[in-house]
Each structure stands twice: as structure tokens, then as C-alpha cells.
């Protein structure tokens, strides 16, 4: 599997982005995929995961009630709509796709990994 992300950008505080992780493959749709960040000089952490069928989310309390993930199937592709942008929100975003088929917080679960996107978020 292979995965492209892109959509990051600069963006004021309070503004919007749409990440998109496009994957190739056929066995995408029985991927969990996720979606953590990296901000300079600290540890990549957990932002948001979808399970295999789209049924199950989770979402880092930091950002739970500002950003939506979601995928589609047809497109090979998941998505991490961005709201409410903070200057914490600051870093390199990075999408992942776990073979185990469901929804996971924790990094070492994810089989795959796409090149990160930055997203910048001014003051």
C-alpha cells in the first residue's frame, strides 16, 4: 500500500483545510486508517482514526468537535476535515493505514505510512 497525502497549507486561526490520503491498492477497504501530526521538536501523536468500514472514529481530545475524518471507498482515499484551526494545530500531518481492519490510537499499530503535509497556522 501506498499512501499520497496533501492539502496542507497556510491558514489563519479560526480557518479550514481538507487533508486527503490517497491510496493505492486494492485491499484499501479493509484498512483502519489514521491520521497523526508532528510538530517541530516533539513526538508525532495521535489525531484521528476510521475503522475499515467507516462505522467507528476516534479523535484525540485536542482536536474531538474541530476535525471529522472520513473515507471513501470508490476513491481509495480518507480525509481529515480541519475546523476552527488553532496555531496549535501547527505541523507536519501524516496519514497510515493498519491492516488490522479497525480504528487504532496507537502509532505502532499502522502498517503504512504516506509523507506528511504541512499545515501551518498563523495567529
Known amino acids: 500500500v501506498q499512501l499520497q497525502a496533501s492539502g496542507g497549507g497556510l491558514v489563519q486561526a479560526g480557518g479550514s483545510l481538507r487533508l486527503s490520503c490517497a491510496a493505492s491498492?486494492?485491499?484499501?477497504?479493509?484498512?483502519?486508517m489514521g491520521w497523526f501530526r508532528q510538530a517541530p521538536g516533539k513526538e508525532r501523536e495521535f489525531v484521528a482514526a476510521i475503522d475499515w468500514s467507516g462505522g467507528s472514529t476516534y479523535y484525540a481530545d485536542s482536536v474531538k468537535g474541530r476535525f471529522t475524518i472520513s473515507r471513501d471507498g470508490a476513491k481509495n482515499t480518507v480525509y481529515l476535515q480541519m475546523n476552527s484551526l488553532k496555531p496549535e494545530d501547527t505541523a507536519v500531518y501524516y496519514c497510515?493505514?493498519?491492516?488490522?481492519?479497525?480504528?487504532?490510537?496507537?502509532?505502532?499499530?499502522?502498517?503504512?505510512w504516506g509523507q506528511g503535509t504541512l499545515v501551518t497556522v498563523s495567529s
Open positions: 491498492g486494492r485491499t484499501f477497504r479493509s484498512y483502519a
Open positions: 497510515a493505514a493498519g491492516r488490522f481492519g479497525r480504528a487504532s490510537m496507537t502509532l505502532e499499530e499502522y502498517d503504512y
